[in-house]
């Protein structure tokens, strides 16, 4: 892996953001989008935080729907989710609808999606195309609209932190789980901008999805 002040390039773990960001893919990182933080810096948590009040130098926020690199606010693993609050933000999640400030993120369905999943069986899902309030669309995934996750009480994005989900919203760590809860900002990397190449990790099935190679191409 390849970490520098400006760019790192990244190789995309099992956890990824299918359908956004697939297994096997290699992401450009821009780490000077939002500022610097320890966590950006070659040595991450074993520096000491800068001594600013959100950590950060040349901090900024990043927008609504950007997919950020970030490091887990209790481990020593990077996460790559998308931003989908911001300080402020009340946001909750009913039968699986995420609802930023009261406005519903609208969801239109573009039909079954299926794979097959990293440990064998065949995974079948739904796809839509999700519009945040702010205006920005995505493809998310969903298995269902209940169980755990689906359903989150109304909260506040406190000062200094965001709210991130995964895009593969049954099968993410993220913001709605208190493991992960609300990030703080000085946790961020930076902006995932591209895939710079990706290598296909599965074989081509009749009916199920298997990606195509990819070769610069920008992330939604």
């Known amino acids: 892996m390849l970490r520098s002040f400006a760019l790192a390039s990244y190789h995309v773990p099992t956890e990824s953001m299918v359908p956004t960001i697939e ?6 990182v821009n780490k000077a989008a939002y500022g610097y933080s320890r966590f950006s810096l070659p040595g991450g948590a074993l520096l000491p935080r800068l001594p600013l009040p959100d950590g950060r130098l040349f901090g900024s926020l990043p927008s609504r729907g950007d997919v950020v690199v970030f490091r887990h606010p209790t481990t020593d693993v990077d996460l790559l989710k998308r931003v989908v609050a911001l300080p402020g933000d ?13 406005t519903p993120a ?3 369905p573009e039909g079954p999606f299926f794979y097959r999943a990293p440990e064998g069986w065949v995974v079948r899902v739904a796809q839509y195309r999700e519009q945040l309030p702010a205006g920005r669309s995505h493809p998310i995934l969903k298995r269902t609209d209940s169980g755990p996750g689906n359903d989150m009480a109304e909260m506040t994005v406190p000062a200094g932190h965001f709210f991130a989900m995964g895009d593969n919203r049954d099968n993410s760590e993220d ?3 208190a493991e992960v809860g609300t990030v703080p900002f000085e946790n961020l ?6 895939v710079m190449y990706s290598i296909s990790a599965c074989e081509p099935e009749p ?5 195509p ?3 610069l191409q ?3």
């Open 23 to 28: 297994i096997g893919d290699r992401i450009a």
């Open 90 to 102: 009340r946001v909750r999640i009913e039968h699986g609808l995420l609802i930023v400030n009261d």
């Open 106 to 108: 609208a969801r239109a």
């Open 175 to 177: 913001s709605r789980f």
């Open 189 to 194: 990397i930076g902006r995932v901008e591209a």
């Open 207 to 211: 009916g199920l999805r298997c990606p």
């Open 213 to 215: 190679p990819r070769w």
């Open 218 to 220: 920008s992330v939604e």
